[in-house]
């Protein structure tokens, strides 16, 4: 089969990119092959270890418990120090080795269990001690047994995984873990259909003979597999680990004690093994109640593996993409305790008949659960712990971790046994007081999710760091722009005129900015000032020196004097008179002179009607120093003047000013001017930035319901407001649902402009770059929205890691997007920013909204 129609094929189970389809084939028969392997050695297993008398069980699972410790540690050093390739070559081909022993071992037990060995001539090379040695050890052999298989499966698991990690990265692997588990699942039903069907043929010992052709077909698939990563990487090798160090037990140990994360995931994990041991236990106690025979016990213990494997794939297949995609990660994890909690509490309730049905309910829910969403879930749990810790961090807890709890529950078995005397009780008083102790683990385990589901964001996002500074934060952070305005009005006038100059730099000292520095800026020199027109500012007539100007300014009683000087009834009396003679000057320079002065003034009447002149002034100059009046003053009547003068860019800036200093008090006004469709188009455009000023809720309010009406030329400004509003006011709320429509109608324009304006000009020369440039811009005002009823920072970092961020902090994003929006929000964006070639994001994004590309946006809506 050709690649393309490789690919084809596995894109009706999975998402596979056209480059991953042979790595991808490759990994699914790995798996494919290795719980094949798995549920053959699992059902005889199993078999031998129930006919053992049960106060023997426990002794199995505590044995792995105690020995595992040092294979994790000699595991460690072997992925250390070994090649990748190396590594798994050997550790399969030991296992093969160990499997013929074994099968030797069961072979000669069980004949040696019919019969006593007879002395012939094949003594003399040590056959019959050895197999008296045997009779006389038994049952120590099953419990070799059953620490090899629990350490083949682990290892076998471990090593799948690592090969995922070497192959792909994390949100690659995330969207094939789907493909990934039914081949294990699908392994599973080949290897437990194999063992029921032949037990009855050939024995449950001569079964483990199929097992070491099944591994060196995996190892082959291995070797093929290496190939097609050097092929993805370019022709380099996977990358290591970390540095080939000596690394042993109790550094994978320190691995996961330093990292609070990690604590709490083991213990997690722990927790639901304790229980999954328990409820084991149980299931072994019923089946041992049942099935007396060898042949018996291993057929049915065949099928049980069959059923619940096939059902497995069902689940995995119908629903595990489903859950993830659409519930999250935290309902993921829920699953399976709850279910086995409600399953739990009902065998209180349940005749002693019936045991064998609920048996196998729970157990199979169980193994269900943790073929499926469980497993998948857990992979993805690791997914925000750093390189250099997770490869240690994940032996120490899926090798050593997950058997010491195994053997934890093993440990309580083996004390109720004892305790509670169940050599003298029947099987159903058993199981029922194990049901207690089961309760207690797994609401423990419900427990240690909602922790640890807790923690899973905020560990993603220390991998994730701001690319760059929002602009009007760092405006905001760093310079104070009303000073810096009145700096460059003082700088303008200085030249235009001193009078000008004089009040610019009266306005500097009432603000207290004046410092040493921008006197410097300034230029003030002693005696340079000429006092022109001073007469308008203190009614001194003529033209004079201000001798000692820097020394006045220093003076802290200069202001107190100047004020007394605008407060005095004489002076106010003669000002009043002069200033409307001023304000009609045909000089652009005297109306300046007013405009500033009106707001140094009280605001009586006269001073009001004045400024009212002054605001209709047609020089734009005179217009700036009136606007600044009005934010002084804040004259009501004055508001629709301000409103005209939004249209202007010359005056723009200095209006929004004035009307931001009125405050909420003119919201119901901005309101009325935004919504007038008939108003100036650059005084619309100009309000949201108005209102954003404010930061209240109301504004919040008016900004949301102007935007839901979609108009084109407004929608820049009204989110970029919004915006600006949540990241100074974080206590104003947002209504989730309208957010969550603007943002679909925006995703769903950005669809449009990709397969109608972008998609057509790609691979053209001299292609319009507008489009790009303006689908970016859709995309930036999703992110701006998303921050409005998500938490803001992490939708910033993801948005800027995406833009300009490696492949790992891209996938970390991604993954991050994946926990915090929901199913319609991730479907509907995930195909925009994702990594995806032409062709394939227009099929996906025609896949998300049938007939786009065809009937536009506009026309749909309407």
């Not at 995609?325 to 909690?341: D, E, H, Q």
């Not at 972008?758 to 859709?778: H, I, N």
């Amino acid at each position: 089969m050709s690649d393309g129609r490789l690919n084809a094929f596995l894109n009706r189970f999975a998402d596979v990119r056209a480059a991953e389809t042979r790595a991808a084939t490759y990994l699914f028969t790995f798996f494919f092959l290795t719980t094949f392997s798995f549920y053959i050695i699992k059902p005889v297993k199993e078999n031998f270890l129930i006919g053992v008398t049960p106060a023997w069980w426990p002794y199995a699972d505590l044995a792995t418990a105690l020995l595992i410790g040092f294979v994790v540690a000699f595991n460690a050093r072997l992925i250390d120090h070994l090649p990748r390739r190396a590594y798994m070559t050997g550790t399969i081909l030991f296992f093969v080795s160990a499997l013929f022993v074994f099968w030797y071992v069961f072979d000669t037990g069980q004949q040696l269990l019919a019969r006593t060995p007879m002395i012939h001539s094949s003594a003399v090379y040590g056959v019959i001690p050895f197999q008296v040695i045997i009779r006389d050890i038994w049952p120590l052999p099953v419990f070799v047994f059953c620490f090899f298989s629990d350490v083949f499966i682990a290892m076998s698991v471990t090593q799948f995984w690592i090969a995922v990690n070497d192959t792909f990265d994390p949100y690659q692997a995330k969207r094939l873990i789907g493909l990934f588990v039914s081949g294990g699942l699908l392994g599973g039903i080949a290897g437990a259909l194999l063992t029921s069907l032949l037990v009855r043929v050939v024995g449950p010992e001569n079964l483990l003979l199929f097992c070491p052709g099944i591994l060196l077909l995996v190892l082959a698939t291995v070797h093929l597999l290496h190939g097609e990563q050097r092929k993805l990487r370019g022709g380099s090798e996977p990358p290591s680990p970390g540095p080939k160090a000596r690394v042993g037990y109790l550094e994978s140990f320190a691995a996961v004690r330093k990292n609070k994360y990690l604590l709490l995931l083991a213990g997690l994990l722990a927790s639901a093994m304790v229980a999954g041991s328990l409820i084991n236990f149980q299931f072994k106690i019923v089946v041992k109640d049942v099935y007396e025979y060898d042949v018996g016990r291993t057929s049915f213990l065949g099928n049980f593996y069959l059923g619940v494997l096939f059902l497995s794939t069902v689940f995995h297949w119908a629903a595990t993409r489903r859950v993830l995609k659409n519930f999250g990660i935290r309902l993921a994890l829920l699953v399976a305790p709850v279910f086995l909690l409600l399953g739990s509490l009902s065998i209180f309730l349940l005749p002693a008949g019936l045991f064998l049905v609920w048996a196998i309910f729970v157990r199979g829910s169980d193994k269900i659960f943790d073929n499926t969403v469980s497993q998948s879930v857990r992979e993805l749990l690791y997914i925000p712990v750093p390189e250099d810790i997770k490869y240690r961090a994940k032996i120490f807890i899926d090798m050593f971790v997950n058997k010491f709890a195994v053997g934890l529950g093993a440990g309580l078995f083996l004390l109720l046994f004892h305790v509670s005397r169940f050599a003298y009780k029947p099987a159903s008083t058993q199981v029922r007081e194990i049901g207690f102790l089961v309760l207690g683990f797994i609401a423990l385990w419900i427990v240690l999710i909602v922790v640890v589901y807790g923690l899973y964001p905020s560990v993603l996002k220390k991998d994730l760091n701001r690319k760059w500074i929002d602009a009007n934060k760092a405006v905001k952070d760093n310079v104070d722009m009303d000073v810096t305005g009145r700096v460059f009005d003082a700088l303008e006038s200085r030249d235009r005129s001193t009078t000008l100059y004089i009040m610019n730099i009266f306005d500097l000292i009432r603000k207290g900015s004046l410092s040493p520095e921008l006197k410097e800026l300034l230029g003030f020199k002693q005696d340079e000032l000429r006092a022109r027109s001073l007469d308008c500012l203190l009614d001194v007539g003529g033209e004079v020196f201000f001798r000692g100007f820097e020394e006045a300014i220093a003076d802290k009683d200069f202001e107190v004097e100047v004020r007394k000087v605008f407060a005095s009834d004489d002076y106010k009396a003669v000002m009043e008179k002069r200033l409307e003679g001023i304000a009609g000057s045909e000089s652009d320079i005297d109306r300046m002179e007013a405009a500033k002065l009106v707001g140094m003034m009280e605001p009586t009447p006269e001073v009001m009607r004045t400024l009212g002149l002054l605001l209709r002034d047609p020089s734009s100059q005179v217009v700036t120093y009136a606007l600044g009046g009005v934010a002084v003053h804040r004259p009501r009547e004055h508001v629709p003047l301000v409103l005209r003068h939004l249209e202007s860019p010359l005056t723009l800036q200095d209006a929004q000013t004035a009307l931001a200093a009125y405050g909420p008090a003119v919201e119901d006004v901005l309101k009325e001017a935004l919504q007038d469709r008939n108003g100036p188009p650059g005084a619309r455009r100009a309000i949201p930035e108005v209102l954003s000023r404010f930061g209240t809720q109301r504004s919040a309010d008016i900004l949301l319901a102007e935007l839901a009406c979609r108009q084109e030329d407004l929608e820049a400004d009204i989110v970029e407001a919004l915006y600006k509003i949540r990241a100074v006011r974080p206590d104003v709320r947002f209504k989730a649902g309208k957010v969550r429509q603007e943002i679909l109608f925006l995703i769903e324009r950005s669809y449009e402009i990709f397969l109608e304006e972008v998609l057509p000009g790609m691979g053209r020369p001299g292609a319009d770059t507008r489009a790009e440039a303006l689908l970016d811009l859709k995309i930036k005002r999703v992110f701006d929205l998303l921050t409005l009823i998500h938490p803001a920072e992490d939708i910033v970092k993801a948005y800027q890691n995406i833009l300009q961020g490696t492949r790992k902090s891209v996938d970390y994003s991604l993954e991050l997007l994946d926990n915090l929006l929901d199913r319609d929000l991730k479907s509907a964006l995930f195909p925009l920013i994702e990594d995806l070639p032409p062709a394939e994001r227009a099929a996906r994004l025609r896949k998300a909204i049938p007939g786009l590309g065809q009937t536009s946006v506009r026309s749909r809506l309407k």
